[in-house]
């Protein structure tokens, strides 16, 4: 009953996104040895699927911790106490990068950039030539609090030019799986995500994976791991093991959800979240608002940030929404509170999901007596 329910819920938030029936099926799934070998081969079966989505031939390790712990261990891995790091921030999530590097003592010079702009490589060429002994540079590759793509191959490009061992660190947890990224070729060193965000499962897994580059930071770096020591992960895995107790009801839905995602093709879902993406602007442009992200090469394909017109109440909004047109969408957040509300469009979607939220939110805006301009 309550499940039917949650089903219906069009849950248009960046995350946590909504799980299909068959991977939900699969999270309820009744434990098993998580040393056994039905579960080690669940293991070395997901970890291989992934790298076909970061692109890269280097291990990608599943870590039992949301995105943030996926951050956590992209800083501790490859830095020490002193290192002196560049952290790129358009949005919430670049400030809370950097807040992770500061709380472990990393020397962090700010780039910050107007909330609802992207970063500029040029910006960072300059910010690197100014000091040389930058150690790492760290980026979000997709601003989920203002809805804006950063440039991250022109970016991976000035990281890379002139340095052999500058290492870009990459919070890509509502892009990987949605919006191009080849960690391999682009030169990235370590790249980071969440299973909540385009993964179609539910929050508990971090993805992890580094650079050869990385891994010889990583012995060198002295900033305390534990958990998080990524050596740890890589050798648990190559044994069809997990250092620690996994989040295993994850795993289970991950293992469905990546066959479902080979099935359809990484080109074949990025195309279908950039279609969606232009759906969506354009649907709410359409009713007259505007984006908050002003240069559309910059947009997100996996959520759209939307100014909230003067007169209407953001709460209201969202509530009115959510209890008459079963559709949930995102607030802003920290100093974008109140000022805007955010679409999801990752992971699961199709464009009738976006009708029925750009529907929902015409006839909510009419009976909070907004009138399009
Ligand atoms: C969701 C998200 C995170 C991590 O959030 P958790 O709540 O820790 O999973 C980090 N960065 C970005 C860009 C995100 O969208």
């Not at 061992?165 to 370590?190: F, K």
């Not at 009738?352 to 909070?368: F, N, V």
Request: charged residues 25%; contains cysteine; hydrophobic residues 40%.
């Amino acid at each position: 009953m309550t499940q039917q329910k949650q089903r219906e819920i069009n849950l248009r938030i960046p995350g946590p996104t909504p799980v299909p029936a068959d991977i939900l099926e699969a999270v309820g799934r009744p434990m098993v040895n998580h040393r056994g070998r039905e579960f080690a081969g669940i293991i070395q079966r997901i970890a291989e699927g992934l790298k076909d989505f970061f692109l890269t031939r280097q291990d990608v390790m599943i870590v039992s911790a949301s995105g943030t712990g996926g951050l956590e261990s992209a800083v501790v891995n490859v830095l020490s106490p002193g290192d002196k790091v560049l952290a790129v921030s358009i949005g919430a999530f670049g400030d809370r990068f950097a807040t992770i590097a500061e709380t472990y003592g990393a020397n962090v010079t700010s780039l910050p950039y107007e909330w609802g702009q992207a970063a500029k490589p040029d910006d960072i060429k300059q910010a690197l030539a100014a000091e040389p002994d930058i150690k790492a540079v760290l980026v979000t590759h997709n601003e989920t609090s203002t809805g804006v793509t950063n440039p991250l191959a022109e970016i991976a490009e000035v990281v890379r030019n002139g340095s052999v061992d500058r290492l870009l660190l990459v919070d890509a947890v509502s892009s990987l799986g949605a919006i191009p990224l080849d960690m391999d070729g682009w030169g990235l060193d370590v790249v980071a995500t969440g299973s909540q965000k385009g993964w179609m499962v539910p929050p508990g897994l971090a993805f992890v994976s580094m650079s050869e580059r990385a891994w010889q930071a990583h012995d060198r770096a002295t900033m305390p791991r534990f958990y998080f020591d990524l050596a740890k992960h890589r050798d648990s895995q190559a044994k069809g093991q997990t250092p620690f107790t996994p989040t295993m009801s994850v795993f289970f839905g991950l293992d469905i959800a990546l066959r479902r995602m080979a099935a359809e093709g990484l080109e074949s879902i990025i195309t279908r979240h950039r279609n969606i993406a232009n759906q969506t602007r354009a649907g709410v442009k359409a009713l007259g608002l505007e984006l908050l992200c002003q240069d559309e090469r910059y947009a997100s394909d996996t959520v759209t940030a939307v100014k909230a017109p003067e007169g209407i109440d953001v709460g209201e909004l969202r509530n009115l929404m959510e209890d008459e047109y079963n559709t949930v969408v995102a607030g802003g957040q920290a100093k974008l509170s109140g000022k805007i509300f955010r679409i999801g469009h990752l992971g699961l979607v199709a464009e009738e999901d976006i009708r029925e939220t750009l529907a929902g939110l015409g006839e909510a805006l009419g009976k909070l007596g907004y009138k399009a301009a």
